[in-house]
């Protein structure tokens, strides 16, 4: 797969596309984070016993993609506002037959691109201390780890980042 061509689209969060991403990234990360290992309560998509999460409608200056890497659908990235200079990344996932074929980082600077467009100044983003391979990429796409922001102040399983954009 990987000497296709990676090709990014926005979509609708709540089209199916988005949706089976959503789904599959759940279930992923239902498999890396089970209750048990860690003692405590996590997120409500982590529960096993909880119901797949769903997308909110795009909130304005919010943005949503999907990736594709010849005609298959995988991957996606979305932006969500936290204020006015400062934007989260959500949703950021790719299928596992299509990692390490550059989807992340094509979806990363995307979603930089887009963030500029946008007339935002920060990108900030959560991923889980179990996700190494996510981690790396972040780091390598110039985040730094910040402590936990919002809703992710109290989940001993997260771990956020930050990135300073350029908007010249």
Do not use: W
Request: include cysteine; hydrophobic fraction near 40%; glycine fraction near 8%.
């Amino acid at each position: 797969m990987s000497k296709l061509r990676i090709r990014i689209e926005p979509t609708d969060p709540q089209g199916s596309q988005a949706m089976s991403l959503l789904q599959e990234a759940a279930l992923e990360a239902r498999r890396l984070y089970r209750r048990t290992d860690v003692g405590v309560p996590l997120r409500q998509f982590i529960d096993s016993n909880a119901q797949i999460p769903t997308n909110a409608p795009l909130p304005p200056r919010g943005a949503y993609f999907i990736a594709f890497l010849g005609n298959d659908l995988v991957g996606s990235g979305a932006l969500r506002p936290l204020d006015e200079t400062t934007v989260e990344v959500r949703r950021m996932y790719v299928i596992r037959a299509a990692r390490r074929a550059g989807v992340g980082a094509a979806l990363l600077a995307h979603l930089e691109r887009t963030t500029a467009d946008l007339g935002f100044r920060v990108m900030r983003l959560e991923t889980g201390n179990r996700q190494l391979p996510a981690m790396a990429l972040y780091e390598s796409y110039g985040f730094v780890r910040i402590p936990p922001f919002g809703d992710y102040v109290n989940d001993p399983t997260s771990v956020c980042y930050e990135k300073r954009i350029c908007t010249d």
